[in-house]
């Protein structure tokens, strides 16, 4: 993975981040301008607009006087709307875009102090039902998925983070050797172990039937070469790997911030204070984790055909095939 300086081209260019994708800071700035949430108060009418001014492009009919800022500007809205495959219309609260602004709030109750077996299993149970939606939203859908896949990946991702964040309340309740004051610390830090360990299960569960339909694989001109299920499996790997790191900062970065913050004069004089804080930096944390996270691999993954079945090394003549991670 590198880690060179981006480079930004200004000339627009149909269906391609404006970023380089070959660097890590070039998928950071790219996928910053992907979680933009000014982009979910574009209505259907702008939407339509700016998908026929793209087609508009790709005909070479372009009205006058639109410049390259109006067509980057008019892809990002569509990229960061519409799925990239089937080209439906995802769900506000479920796209990229909304990750942060519908997912901040839920962080915040997953960081709650004193939680309750019961608030835990909600905020638990809350947090991957919403993971679980943008998971489908947002999954490499160039194959269908049954609802009964849908269904049994979602039970088994909420019953894994509910079971682990009650299991670690539970020993930490039994524990008799921890002060009050080290058990209310190292209470904020169970959501961290629940949630990355079910974030992964979730993303497995909910996208496993790739693994047996397979996705499809293009060569470098977006001709689809066959349906592969190594790249599934390739793909479901990348996108665990960003769903273990993602809740690392999130969960992590505010209870440090907090324990120190309640010690101050402020909080102690103005304890109402304390949930509008924990929302402040829970935002922050999301507002960074999430880019970095899914810049660990590019959205356009790469495979070596070697590294793919026999059937579709010979039906093509490409060293390297490409295909939609999903994010």
């Given at each position: 993975?590198?880690?060179?300086?981006?480079?930004?081209?200004?000339?627009?260019?149909?269906?391609?981040?404006?970023?380089?994708?070959?660097?890590?800071?070039?998928?950071?700035?790219?996928?910053?301008?992907?979680?933009?949430?000014?982009?979910?108060?574009?209505?259907?009418?702008?939407?339509?607009?700016?998908?026929?001014?793209?087609?508009?492009?790709?005909?070479?009919?372009?009205?006058?006087?639109?410049t390259s800022d109006d067509l980057w500007r008019a892809q990002k809205a569509k990229q960061a709307i519409l799925h990239p495959d089937t080209g439906d219309k995802i769900p506000m609260p479920f796209r990229m875009a909304g990750f942060v602004p519908f997912g901040a709030p839920i962080v915040?109750?997953?960081?709650?102090?004193?939680?309750?077996?019961?608030?835990?299993?909600?905020?638990?149970?809350?947090?991957?039902?919403?993971?679980?939606?943008?998971?489908?939203?947002?999954?490499?859908?160039?194959?269908?998925?049954?609802?009964?896949?849908?269904?049994?990946?979602?039970?088994?991702?909420?019953?894994?983070?509910?079971?682990?964040?009650?299991?670690?309340?539970?020993?930490?309740?039994?524990?008799?050797?921890?002060?009050?004051?080290?058990?209310?610390?190292?209470?904020?830090?169970?959501?961290?172990?629940?949630?990355?360990?079910?974030?992964?299960?979730?993303?497995?569960?909910?996208?496993?039937?790739?693994?047996?339909?397979?996705?499809?694989?293009?060569?470098?001109?977006?001709?689809?070469?066959?349906?592969?299920?190594?790249?599934?499996?390739?793909?479901?790997?990348?996108?665990?790997?960003?769903?273990?790191?993602?809740?690392?900062?999130?969960?992590?970065?505010?209870?440090?911030?907090?324990?120190?913050?309640?010690?101050?004069?402020?909080?102690?004089?103005?304890?109402?204070?304390?949930?509008?804080?924990?929302?402040?930096f829970a935002t922050a944390s999301f507002s960074l984790a999430l880019p970095l996270a899914i810049a660990l691999f590019p959205q356009k993954s790469q495979i070596n055909s070697d590294d793919l079945e026999e059937e579709l090394r010979e039906k093509t003549t490409e060293k390297v095939l490409?295909?939609?991670?999903?994010?």
């Amino acid at each position: 993975m590198a880690f060179t300086i981006a480079t930004m081209t200004d000339d627009f260019v149909l269906d391609s981040p404006r970023h380089d994708q070959s660097t890590f800071s070039g998928r950071f700035l790219h996928f910053l301008n992907v979680i933009d949430p000014r982009t979910l108060f574009t209505s259907d009418k702008v939407l339509q607009e700016y998908v026929g001014l793209l087609d508009q492009y790709k005909q070479g009919n372009l009205p006058p006087g639109v410049t390259s800022d109006d067509l980057w500007r008019a892809q990002k809205a569509k990229q960061a709307i519409l799925h990239p495959d089937t080209g439906d219309k995802i769900p506000m609260p479920f796209r990229m875009a909304g990750f942060v602004p519908f997912g901040a709030p839920i962080v915040v109750g997953l960081l709650l102090p004193n939680q309750t077996l019961l608030s835990t299993t909600f905020w638990q149970w809350l947090n991957q039902s919403h993971n679980a939606c943008v998971n489908y939203c947002n999954r490499n859908a160039s194959q269908s998925t049954t609802t009964k896949d849908v269904l049994l990946g979602y039970t088994g991702a909420v019953s894994s983070a509910v079971g682990i964040a009650l299991g670690l309340n539970i020993l930490l309740k039994k524990s008799t050797k921890l002060k009050p004051v080290t058990r209310k610390l190292v209470q904020r830090f169970i959501p961290f172990p629940a949630v990355a360990v079910a974030s992964v299960c979730n993303v497995v569960l909910m996208r496993h039937s790739e693994l047996q339909t397979g996705i499809q694989v293009t060569d470098k001109n977006d001709n689809v070469v066959g349906i592969s299920r190594k790249a599934a499996k390739k793909a479901l790997m990348e996108t665990a790997a960003t769903r273990a790191f993602l809740p690392a900062p999130i969960l992590l970065i505010p209870p440090v911030l907090m324990s120190m913050v309640e010690r101050t004069s402020f909080l102690r004089k103005y304890p109402r204070m304390n949930l509008p804080a924990q929302f402040i930096f829970a935002t922050a944390s999301f507002s960074l984790a999430l880019p970095l996270a899914i810049a660990l691999f590019p959205q356009k993954s790469q495979i070596n055909s070697d590294d793919l079945e026999e059937e579709l090394r010979e039906k093509t003549t490409e060293k390297v095939l490409f295909y939609n991670k999903g994010l």
